[in-house]
């Protein structure tokens, strides 16, 4: 499943989307003038008409087009101006609720360290967290322009039927869909739906209001008449939403397996869907606008028009052993869930089961539930490396992991998530304190250089933030420095949901405590530049270009001092940093490599070179994130500092990658 590769189809999807919107909008407009030409008709029956007065009939069709024009475009524009906050405004459009960062409640807690383990393991900020509360249904949807605003909705029947494979699979499935440019396409699909849905909401508001009087025959009939055209629009919208989302499900199927390296739980979920009775179907009004970003079918449409795969033949390609009776075995077995235990490892039972039913549906990893299927367990470390330790790079298969992580990586996850001190995670998930621990973060461990930082913190804040800051500082030493980046991930959902000038004063207070001593240490860098990346993708989702369209060539100068930094950073002699940088710049810029350069000022350097290489389109991307792995491995092992370097890099060009754990 290549990240690239699948950022290039949704830009496909994306001009196909377009082309389906304007041939609506031509027949939509068309059907209104042909309705005008009835009605002209009508009028004109029978009547004596003089042949030298001049017909008005073009000119008021020319207005009318005009105007349904107009509704259209305004509608489209008003829709997608109401989504610019972001994946968190869909999920609450819909009535979900956020899940709280600091709860206790034993499923929102599951669900939380599920998202936060994947988020780690795919190198992108914890989405914000939503329950519909009302839907006892199976199902769950990503929203958002990019991972920084992402947010990842999940219903009620979600966490009480769902172990925590199955529930990983399903979050796996979303993940997908928010790493690989879906997410974005389908935020776009609403605000384009909404435009050609708008004729046929007018039509039905006409009816509602003209329908119970006795003169409004002719309201009546014209009300009647738009919706008719309007119906035309929801033809195309459900034709584009189909077009577009059914073979992306099949994709985000595959990615989650590639995930979790089983099949056990996304199939799993999958066949409780099929076997339940409330299935995946919302309740919700607000249904039809969301049906292409859900993960099972949420509205039940003709095959025509279903946004989804048939159920069975995405059971089928995950479980070519799959049979249609474990549905019934499934309902006959399932009365009502309850909760086993109120601890993370903790997973729901059935009442009404028996004890081999309950080990087969609801225990993960410990009984495989008929047909369903796993990979066999990879080998993966259980614990930390040493922060000086050597990592052992896979050049080969490093790049095939942007914004791609495996099983492995979802265990390295969890390992990082677990080892965290607990009172900073939980400092991570305050309103007020998440700033503090970011701060405590980049303070240097000189006396004096920390005296200064705390002195800009105070000017910027206040003395009660000083003191949390100071107070944070004392525990993170306790920290690895694989967990750094990974901690702001985890603050980052409670930091972007401050007011724009707090942010931006944040961001002002965060670059200067990394210039507080003259000079920028890498792990200063890299925290910051992450963080300010994510923040600005936040404050302006909608304007984000997680891609462009820029050839390699016109950004080679850009290139060449990326690669020279990276290359310099990683080796101790000069010839070894030369050597580093032809290999990683054979693989970007074979035919005009710039000769070996470093620039003096590495961090100017990378801010400038950066934002432009952001702009290259996909293809070019995967040959950058291959180049800059074979210069920093160059000597087939790095250090953690650059293993976090080479992850910030990419994250600020939207590859995001994995943490690497592997130790040599």
């Given at each position: 499943?290549?990240?690239?590769?699948?950022?290039?189809?949704?830009?496909?999807?994306?001009?196909?989307?377009?082309?389906?919107?304007?041939?609506?909008?031509?027949?939509?407009?068309?059907?209104?003038?042909?309705?005008?030409?009835?009605?002209?008709?009508?009028?004109?029956?029978?009547?004596?008409?003089?042949?030298?007065?001049?017909?008005?009939?073009?000119?008021?069709?020319?207005?009318?087009?005009?105007?349904?024009?107009?509704?259209?475009g305004l509608s489209t524009l008003y829709k997608v101006s109401s989504l610019r906050g972001g994946g968190g405004v869909v999920a609450r459009q819909l009535g979900a609720s956020l899940v709280p960062a600091d709860t206790t409640d034993f499923a929102y807690?599951?669900?939380?360290?599920?998202?936060?383990?994947?988020?780690?393991?795919?190198?992108?900020?914890?989405?914000?967290?939503?329950?519909?509360?009302?839907?006892?249904?199976?199902?769950?949807?990503?929203?958002?322009?990019?991972?920084?605003?992402?947010?990842?909705?999940?219903?009620?029947?979600?966490?009480?039927?769902?172990?925590?494979?199955?529930?990983?699979?399903?979050?796996?499935?979303?993940?997908?869909?928010?790493?690989?440019?879906?997410?974005?396409?389908?935020?776009?699909?609403?605000?384009?739906?909404?435009?050609?849905?708008?004729?046929?909401?007018?039509?039905?508001?006409?009816?509602?209001?003209?329908?119970?009087?006795?003169?409004?025959?002719?309201?009546?009939?014209?009300?009647?008449?738009?919706?008719?055209?309007?119906?035309?629009?929801?033809?195309?919208?459900?034709?584009?939403?189909?077009?577009?989302?059914?073979?992306?499900?099949?994709?985000?199927?595959?990615?989650?397996?590639?995930?979790?390296?089983?099949?056990?739980?996304?199939?799993?979920?999958?066949?409780?869907?099929?076997?339940?009775?409330?299935?995946?179907?919302?309740?919700?009004?607000?249904?039809?606008?969301?049906?292409?970003?859900?993960?099972?079918?949420?509205?039940?449409?003709?095959?025509?028009?279903?946004?989804?795969?048939?159920?069975?033949?995405?059971?089928?390609?995950?479980?070519?052993?799959?049979?249609?009776?474990?549905?019934?075995?499934?309902?006959?077995?399932?009365?009502?869930?309850?909760?086993?235990?109120?601890?993370?490892?903790?997973?729901?039972?059935?009442?009404?089961?028996?004890?081999?039913?309950?080990?087969?549906?609801?225990?993960?990893?410990?009984?495989?539930?008929?047909?369903?299927?796993?990979?066999?367990?990879?080998?993966?470390?259980?614990?930390?490396?040493?922060?000086?330790?050597?990592?052992?790079?896979?050049?080969?298969?490093?790049?095939?992991?942007?914004?791609?992580?495996?099983?492995?990586?979802?265990?390295?996850?969890?390992?990082?998530?677990?080892?965290?001190?607990?009172?900073?995670?939980?400092?991570?998930?305050?309103?007020?304190?998440?700033?503090?621990?970011?701060?405590?973060?980049?303070?240097?461990?000189?006396?004096?250089?920390?005296?200064?930082?705390?002195?800009?913190?105070?000017?910027?804040?206040?003395?009660?933030?000083?003191?949390?800051?100071?107070?944070?500082?004392?525990?993170?030493?306790?920290?690895?420095?694989?967990?750094?980046?990974?901690?702001?991930?985890?603050?980052?959902?409670?930091?972007?949901?401050?007011?724009?000038?707090?942010?931006?004063?944040?961001?002002?207070?965060?670059?200067?405590?990394?210039?507080?001593?003259?000079?920028?240490?890498?792990?200063?860098?890299?925290?910051?530049?992450?963080?300010?990346?994510?923040?600005?993708?936040?404050?302006?989702?909608?304007?984000?270009?997680?891609?462009?369209?820029?050839?390699?060539?016109?950004?080679?100068?850009?290139?060449?001092?990326?690669?020279?930094?990276?290359?310099?950073?990683?080796?101790?002699?000069?010839?070894?940093?030369?050597?580093?940088?032809?290999?990683?710049?054979?693989?970007?810029?074979?035919?005009?490599?710039?000769?070996?350069?470093?620039?003096?000022?590495?961090?100017?350097?990378?801010?400038?070179?950066?934002?432009?290489?952001?702009?290259?389109?996909?293809?070019?991307?995967?040959?950058?994130?291959?180049?800059?792995?074979?210069?920093?491995?160059?000597?087939?092992?790095?250090?953690?500092?650059?293993?976090?370097?080479?992850?910030?890099?990419?994250?600020?060009?939207?590859?995001?990658?994995?943490?690497?754990?592997?130790?040599?």
């Amino acid at each position: 499943m290549n990240f690239f590769a699948q950022q290039e189809r949704a830009r496909t999807h994306t001009r196909r989307m377009l082309i389906l919107f304007v041939l609506a909008v031509v027949c939509i407009i068309g059907a209104v003038d042909i309705v005008l030409m009835i009605a002209f008709g009508a009028l004109g029956h029978g009547r004596h008409q003089s042949f030298s007065a001049p017909s008005p009939q073009p000119l008021i069709m020319f207005w009318t087009s005009a105007i349904v024009l107009a509704v259209i475009g305004l509608s489209t524009l008003y829709k997608v101006s109401s989504l610019r906050g972001g994946g968190g405004v869909v999920a609450r459009q819909l009535g979900a609720s956020l899940v709280p960062a600091d709860t206790t409640d034993f499923a929102y807690r599951r669900l939380r360290n599920v998202v936060e383990e994947i988020a780690i393991a795919s190198g992108v900020p914890v989405p914000e967290i939503y329950v519909l509360e009302d839907e006892p249904a199976i199902n769950a949807f990503a929203s958002g322009y990019t991972p920084a605003d992402a947010a990842v909705t999940v219903t009620r029947g979600c966490m009480d039927k769902l172990t925590r494979d199955e529930l990983q699979g399903v979050i796996a499935h979303e993940f997908s869909h928010v790493l690989n440019g879906d997410m974005r396409l389908n935020i776009r699909l609403m605000g384009v739906l909404f435009g050609i849905l708008v004729i046929g909401i007018l039509g039905r508001k006409v009816l509602e209001g003209t329908g119970r009087s006795r003169d409004s025959g002719g309201a009546v009939a014209f009300g009647l008449a738009i919706c008719a055209v309007g119906y035309i629009g929801v033809f195309f919208g459900r034709l584009i939403k189909a077009g577009i989302s059914r073979q992306r499900e099949y994709l985000a199927d595959a990615s989650a397996v590639q995930f979790t390296r089983q099949t056990l739980g996304i199939s799993g979920a999958l066949k409780k869907i099929g076997g339940l009775a409330d299935g995946s179907k919302l309740a919700s009004s607000g249904t039809e606008e969301v049906a292409h970003m859900l993960f099972g079918d949420g509205v039940g449409y003709s095959a025509l028009f279903a946004t989804h795969p048939p159920l069975q033949k995405r059971i089928l390609v995950l479980d070519p052993h799959f049979n249609p009776a474990e549905f019934a075995a499934i309902a006959a077995a399932w009365s009502e869930p309850v909760q086993s235990g109120d601890g993370e490892g903790a997973e729901v039972s059935i009442s009404g089961f028996s004890p081999a039913q309950v080990a087969a549906i609801s225990e993960p990893g410990q009984a495989t539930a008929p047909g369903s299927r796993m990979a066999p367990a990879q080998d993966v470390p259980t614990s930390l490396p040493h922060a000086n330790a050597a990592i052992k790079l896979n050049v080969a298969q490093a790049t095939p992991q942007a914004a791609a992580p495996t099983q492995a990586d979802i265990v390295n996850a969890g390992t990082i998530h677990a080892a965290m001190p607990e009172s900073l995670r939980a400092a991570a998930y305050m309103a007020e304190r998440a700033p503090q621990l970011v701060f405590a973060l980049m303070l240097d461990d000189n006396g004096d250089v920390r005296a200064k930082q705390l002195g800009i913190v105070e000017k910027y804040y206040d003395a009660g933030v000083r003191a949390g800051v100071e107070e944070l500082a004392t525990q993170t030493p306790q920290l690895h420095p694989l967990q750094r980046l990974p901690l702001a991930q985890l603050a980052f959902p409670v930091l972007r949901r401050r007011p724009r000038p707090q942010l931006q004063g944040f961001l002002v207070a965060l670059n200067q405590l990394v210039q507080a001593d003259g000079k920028v240490a890498i792990e200063e860098y890299c925290l910051a530049k992450l963080i300010g990346v994510q923040v600005v993708d936040a404050l302006d989702p909608s304007k984000a270009r997680p891609n462009g369209a820029v050839k390699l060539p016109a950004v080679a100068a850009e290139i060449a001092d990326v690669f020279a930094i990276v290359a310099e950073y990683g080796s101790a002699d000069p010839a070894d940093a030369q050597r580093a940088y032809l290999l990683g710049m054979h693989e970007v810029l074979p035919d005009a490599i710039p000769a070996y350069a470093p620039p003096q000022e590495w961090t100017v350097a990378l801010d400038r070179a950066l934002p432009k290489l952001d702009l290259l389109a996909p293809a070019g991307k995967e040959l950058l994130v291959r180049g800059l792995t074979q210069a920093i491995g160059a000597d087939n092992v790095v250090t953690v500092a650059e293993a976090e370097l080479l992850r910030t890099v990419c994250a600020a060009v939207h590859c995001p990658l994995p943490p690497m754990i592997d130790q040599a």
